[in-house]
């Protein structure tokens, strides 16, 4: 069952930032992760703000460097855009092999490379030591699907294929935020599973 959550709906970055600037908010843009961790109680919310309005967020737009896409693409759009299928097709292909065709159809591109991990453990009912227990229970356990190189203490992955894709496409993504915006290596953009265990 959801927690209860007041729930709004951001008709602009600036709007968007102003909202998420208040302890305990989600984003939420297909919300095809967000709902399972809220469910699940990977982590609470006591607002979500929705960026489905933001125009600006949506979209694949080719530029001088290559191309652009708004966080708010859907995976089925990545997967399906004749330019990314020509030019880039590591990512057309990695987009067509996310989850199911629903899945693809609802969840954006900025919400998969932003998921947070499918550990079973971690997403379950163990206090692990990223949820700030005292053990990674893959170490001893069901453990096939976790990190072979970069553990230490937690052995979480991330789910993206599209991230994969794009690391090695060299990809960076474009961060507003109150203090400004940036850009950053995708690559960079990650960190090691036991860094800061306790977010």
Partial sequence: MLPNFTFVKAASLKEE?????TD???IYAGGTDLLGCLRDHVFGAEKVV?????????????????????????VARVAEDA????????????????????????????????????????RGEFHCLRKG???????GGENQFHCVLGGDRCYIVHPSDI???????RASVHIAGPQGNRTVALKGFYVPPSVDLHK
């Fill in 163 to 169: 991230a994969a894709a794009l690391v090695s496409l």
């Fill in 133 to 139: 227990g005292d053990r990674c229970y893959a170490v």
């Fill in 83 to 122: 330019v990314i299928k020509k030019h880039y097709p590591v990512l057309a292909q990695a987009a067509a092999s996310v989850a199911s065709p629903q899945l693809r159809n609802q969840g954006t591109i900025g919400g998969n490379i932003c998921q947070k991990p499918r550990c079973w453990y971690y």
């Fill in 24 to 26: 305990d908010a989600r």
């Fill in 50 to 74: 929705s960026i489905s309005k933001i125009k600006e967020l949506d979209g694949i737009r080719e530029t001088a460097d290559g191309i652009r896409i708004g966080a708010l693409t859907t």
């Fill in 17 to 21: 930032m102003k909202q998420l600037s």
